[in-house]
């Protein structure tokens, strides 16, 4: 990586920061401000010294983060004069987004680009061990790949735009991802099943089936189906090949669950 450069604003220091981290690089991270030179010094891929228009250490780095301006350039290899950071490169950098949105909270509000609508969810290479605070830790904990941003801050009983801060600080430490759309709930209307589908047991569409997996990123196995009165439960689910609009139950079925042939219902994967 000697001798690479570039502009921040086409490369944030999150990225650059977290691709040093992941490489475990040595050496000194230059950055030509329009303050000042910044200099950031990296031993196996950890932060452990910064100077940036007179400050020195993490203050540096705050002030970094929150005037992302300038051209870069990493020289492998050289050592830091003296150690002023300790500590992970992804707490660091955790603690510089909190410090920022902090600030940014008594300005006007900004428009997130985290949506609402949009589901977060732990990949399975998530960054661990972080030090969250308790709001963030109370965030985390509720993800669970099916509610929504929005779903979080009611369940949650927080700002949406709260919400919406910490799960893109969690997302710039990989601590997160994000999933553009939540599954759609569908209007099915009730069929017998005929032996289509088993005992205890209700059957939608293969292709409306594979279009929820493919936004939820998992199998399902249990739907939520709610009735025209507002009332709703869950039911295991299997796909039906050509089932098209419709919600096959077998007749014992139906009779357990209070349904009749020709009702409609609204039938979304269960969340859990």
């Known amino acids: 990586m000697a001798g690479v450069t570039g502009t921040l604003g086409l490369f944030s220091l999150v990225d650059l920061f977290q691709l040093l981290a992941s490489a475990t690089r040595t050496g000194r991270l230059g950055i030509q401000h329009p303050l000042g030179v910044a200099r950031v010094y ?154 289509r589908v088993a005992a205890g047991t209700v059957g939608v569409d293969e292709g409306i089936l594979a279009n929820w997996t493919d936004v939820t990123g998992t199998a399902i196995d249990v739907v939520a189906i709610r009735r025209e009165d507002g009332t709703a439960f869950a039911m295991p689910v299997a796909g039906v090949s050509g089932g098209g609009p419709y919600l096959h139950v077998g007749r014992d079925t139906l009779l357990r669950i209070d349904l009749s042939a020709d009702d409609t219902v609204l039938v979304r994967p269960h969340q859990g």
């Open 42 to 195: 990296f031993e196996r891929g950890l932060v452990v010294h910064a100077e940036f228009a007179q400050a020195e250490g993490e203050v540096a780095i705050y002030a970094l983060f929150a005037d992302e301006r300038g051209t870069f350039e990493f020289v492998n290899g050289l050592p830091a004069p003296r150690h002023s950071i300790a500590g992970a490169t992804e707490s660091l950098v955790l603690d510089a987004l909190r410090r920022l949105d902090e600030e940014r909270r008594d300005d006007s509000p900004i428009a997130s680009e985290i949506s609402r609508e949009a589901v977060p969810f732990a990949p399975e290479d998530a960054r661990t061990g972080l030090p969250l605070g308790e709001v963030e830790r109370r965030v985390a904990a509720a993800v669970n790949g099916q509610w929504s941003v929005g779903r979080l801050a009611t369940e949650l009983r927080l700002p949406l735009h709260d919400v919406q801060r910490i799960v893109g600080r969690l997302m710039s430490v990989g601590a997160l991802s994000l999933r553009a759309k939540r599954p759609r709930t569908a209007q099915l209307v009730v069929r017998l099943a005929e032996g």
